[in-house]
């Protein structure tokens, strides 16, 4: 698998060149002035021209896309962002839809970040509205928060 933070170049370098590499995308929120604000390769590379080529890449390989999405508490665990996935999710083309999965990170906090980690009410309300609106979803294991 590769991660990307949304690298146009790479992701199509990868369609034609490595078809058969799982891809996850580094989603963190679906609304695009909050990602510029979260993730400054928004600027260069805005969400709605990484999500064209994504559908490309899904298109050409029939291989499922990874959203990956870090809970925050405060700042993007709302309803608003889940059903702003949901509506993501659905309006990627019809045949590929499916492959497009979410997979719900927990935040481990470090000393002079501004971001807490969300509730385990909060992260299970937010995932049961993605999984309750019909998107694949998973949640990977929180591994080192005592660190």
Do not use: C, W
């Not at 390989?61 to 665990?77: C, Q, V």
């Not at 999710?89 to 501004?114: D, E, I, K």
Request: glycine share 6%; charged share 20%.
């Amino acid at each position: 698998s590769v991660s990307t933070v949304g690298v146009i170049p790479g992701i199509e370098r990868m369609t034609s060149e490595f078809p058969n590499v799982n891809l996850a995308f580094s989603l963190h929120t679906p609304f695009h002035d909050q990602r510029s604000a979260l993730m400054p390769a928004n600027k260069t590379y805005p969400l709605p021209e990484v999500l064209k080529v994504l559908d490309k890449h899904v298109e050409h390989t029939r291989r499922k896309i990874f959203l990956s999405y870090l809970i925050l508490e405060g700042e993007n665990d709302s309803e608003e962002h889940a059903k702003g996935i949901l509506d993501l999710v659905a309006q990627r083309p019809a045949a590929v839809r499916h492959l497009f999965h979410v997979n719900l990170l927990r935040f481990n906090p470090a000393l002079g970040l501004p971001f807490s980690r969300a509730s385990e009410n909060r992260f299970q309300r937010f995932l049961h509205g993605l999984t309750t609106g019909g998107v694949s979803v998973s949640t990977r294991q929180s591994f080192g928060v005592d660190i």
